[in-house]
C-alpha cells in the first residue's frame, strides 16, 4: 500500500458538491437565500436605491402615514417617523447595520471556536478541560444579559457591539468543532497520517477540518440570525448604534411612543428584522438538511 493511498482524505470536495446539489433542489430554502440576496443588495447600493437620506428631518412631515392612506405621499411610500425622515430609506440602510454586525461576529466567533474546539478536541487533556470550563461559564449567562452588562460597561458603539456579541457566541461553534473533532481524530485517515509522521498541525487542518465545516457553516448561519435579533434587542434598548444612525431596533423603539396614532414607525422596520431572520433560519434549515446527514429523511 502506498503512501498516497495511507494518507488518502475522503472526498469532501465532492461531498460538498454532492450536498450543494441537494441544497439547490429545495426551492423553499432557495427563495429565502433569494431574499437574503435582496437585503445585501440594499445594503450596498443603498446609496443608490434609497429615495431620500435617511438622517434628513422635516418636521412638517412627522408621522407623515404611508403612501396609500390618506394624507401620504407616494415620494415617502412607508411614510415618515417622528422627525419626518423617510422610513424606507431609514430601513435600507438599517440594514447596513444588521447585516454588517450580523456578517462580523459570525466571522469573528467561528474563528475563534474552530481554533478553540479544535485545540480541545484534538489534544484533550488539560487543554479540552480549561477551554470547556470556560465555554460552560460562558454559557451560565444570559445570551442577552450578558451582552447588555458588557455594553453597559464598554459603551454603545458599533465596535463595542461587535465584541460584545462575540464575546459570548463563538463557544457554540466550539462545541460544535470539538465534538467533530474527537470523533474524527479516531478515523483511519487520521490514523494513516499520524503513523507516517505528520505534525498536529498539519493533521488538525488539512485532515480533521476540511471533513467537519459542513456542520460548522449550518450552525454559523443559524446562529447569524440570533446575532441580528440580539442586536436588534441592544439598539431597541439604545446601547447598539447610536442616533441619528438608522439602525432596525432603535427604528422601532423610536416608534413606541407613537404606536397607535402612527403604527407605521414600528411596523416596518419590525416586518424586515422578521423577514430577514425568517430567511436565514429557513435557509438555514436546508443548509442542515442538506449538508448534516444526521437530520437528513
Known sequence: MTDATLTHTPPADSLFRRNLRDFRRNRLAMASVIVMLIFVIMTVAAPLIAPHDPNQTDLFRRLQPPAWIDGGDWRFVLGCDGLGRDILSRIIYGA???????????????????LAGLAAGYFRGWVDVVIGRVVDILLGFPYLIFAIGLMAMMGPGLVNIVLALAYKEWVIPCRVVRGETLAVRELEYVEAARALGAGSGHI?????LPNIMSPVIVVSTIRMANVIILEASLSFLGLGVQPPTASWGSMVSDGRAFILEAWWVSTFPGLAIVLLVLAINVASQGLRDAFDPRFSE
Open 204 to 208: 488538525m487542518w488539512r485532515e480533521i
Open 96 to 114: 447596513r447595520i444588521s447585516i454588517f454586525i450580523g456578517v462580523v461576529v459570525i466571522v469573528l466567533a467561528t474563528g475563534v471556536g474552530i
